[in-house]
């Protein structure tokens, strides 16, 4: 995710932790502040390691 987009960013945040997602509407403001953190740090991975690029012709295999 070297230029983010609204898509590529969209995807990373799906991705990161069900509780980071979640944690932001928590009543504590402790556990929002860490899932905040969570969030900013999958996003910053994102950045740092870009993806190879993905050919639309290329069909998916299941694992």
Known sequence: ???????????????????????????????REQAAAELAETILDAIARPQGAHDARQMPLPL
């Not at 995710?1 to 979640?22: C, E, F, I, K, V």
């Open 1 to 31: 995710m070297t230029n983010p987009d609204s898509s590529s960013l969209a995807q990373t945040l799906l991705q990161a932790p069900g509780w980071a997602r979640m944690g932001l509407t928590a009543p504590s403001q402790r556990l």
